[in-house]
């Protein structure tokens, strides 16, 4: 019986699939390639290039292999282009969820773990972060990421599927190997364009927002490495394996960094200058985002291996610095 992983070309799809076949697991990797690479995906890996709102794609797909779970990456991911283009995150995370379940009903697979977002939260209540805490997401993202939780609440209901929803807080890193790690386009995020410095690719970077209740006022966010999230993959989906039921747990380190701290820790890491450019706040960054992984490490077992700051950016650097391209 084989796990497929639907989105297993992206960042922490290619990360899960890595991680999954080092534990001797059979997998599937089904990906549009429309943010993915090819060469992002296991050599052990069975490929299919599909997108999972076409129906006849996935129905093949499931006649043709025996998948015993499915784990679902397969998702717009921009908080920025989630507020200027919200209809293609209604398409692509909704539409295509609602195609994937429909299948997964139809050939009576029903185990599914998808990704989630510490976005689902917006403005945080307080920190850390529980499951319970209210949800009110802030950009069209961690709304459609919500809607995907209310999508499998009822359809485990009808039709008996269970599913573990897992919401990220910061992703980042890559494998320890070098060999497959981040590579968005454009990059958006804080420590792939904190690197591009040391790379030669951009002269500094840009601190958004120095004026936040925050002890050097940038905003602090909770750094987690992928390895971490990818394992939790696995975890999850043997709990549900073992009868576990449907549940949400929040994936992250439970200790917060600044903006400033993380550039501080890339100067060490690299033994670059990193120029650093104070600027406006970013439209829709709350001040502290801070997970309590509690839950996930009492109900799934999960811990994080990566701890330190310095050991998730030392990773990332190999990467970037070994492929200051991505996999182009
Ligand atoms: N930042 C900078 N300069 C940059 C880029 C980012 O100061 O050049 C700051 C941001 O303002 C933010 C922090 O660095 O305070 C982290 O920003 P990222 O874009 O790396 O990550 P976010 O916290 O915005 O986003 C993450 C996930 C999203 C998820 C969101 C939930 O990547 O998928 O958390 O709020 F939706």
Not at 101 to 116: E, N, T
Not at 194 to 203: A, C, H, T
Not at 292 to 310: F, N
């Amino acid at each position: 019986m084989a796990i497929l992983v639907l989105g297993g070309a992206g960042y922490i799809g290619s990360h899960t699939v890595y991680e999954l076949i080092e534990a001797g697991r059979e997998v599937i990797v089904a990906d549009n390639l429309q943010t993915g690479f090819r060469k992002a995906v296991h050599p052990k890996a069975r490929f299919y290039e599909l997108d999972i709102r076409h129906r006849a794609a996935l129905d093949e797909l499931f006649e043709k292999e025996n998948v015993e779970g499915v784990i679902h990456f397969a998702a717009s991911s921009q908080v920025g282009e989630s507020m200027t283009d919200p209809l293609k995150y209604y398409d692509n995370n909704l539409c295509g969820t609602a195609c994937l379940l429909q299948a997964m009903v139809a050939h009576g697979v029903d185990k599914i773990v998808f990704s989630s977002t510490a976005a689902v939260y917006g403005e945080p209540e307080r920190v850390p972060i529980l499951e319970s805490d209210r949800t009110e997401p802030t950009n069209c993202y961690g709304e459609t990421k919500l809607a995907m939780e209310k999508m499998m609440s009822w359809t485990a209901r009808a039709h008996g599927l269970r599913y573990v929803a897992l919401r990220y807080f910061n992703a980042c890193g890559a494998h320890p190997d070098g060999l497959i790690g981040e590579a968005h386009s454009p990059e958006t995020h804080l420590i792939p364009l904190i690197l591009q410095v040391p790379n030669g690719q951009r002269k500094s970077i840009s601190v958004f927002g120095t004026d936040y209740d925050t002890r050097d006022g940038s905003c602090i966010r909770d750094y987690i490495h992928v390895s971490d999230l990818a394992r939790a993959h696995i975890l999850a989906l043997d709990y549900l394996t073992e009868g576990g039921e449907s549940d949400v747990f929040n994936l992250g380190n439970g200790v917060g960094f600044s903006v400033r701290e993380m550039i501080d820790v890339a100067r060490s890491v690299t033994g670059h200058p990193i120029p650093a450019v104070e600027e406006a706040r970013r439209a829709g960054d709350p001040a502290v985002l801070i997970a309590s992984g509690k839950k996930a490490a009492e109900v799934l077992g999960w811990k994080p291996v990566y701890t330190r700051v310095e050991d998730i950016v030392s990773d990332a650097w190999r990467w970037h610095s070994g492929h200051p391209h991505g996999f182009e």
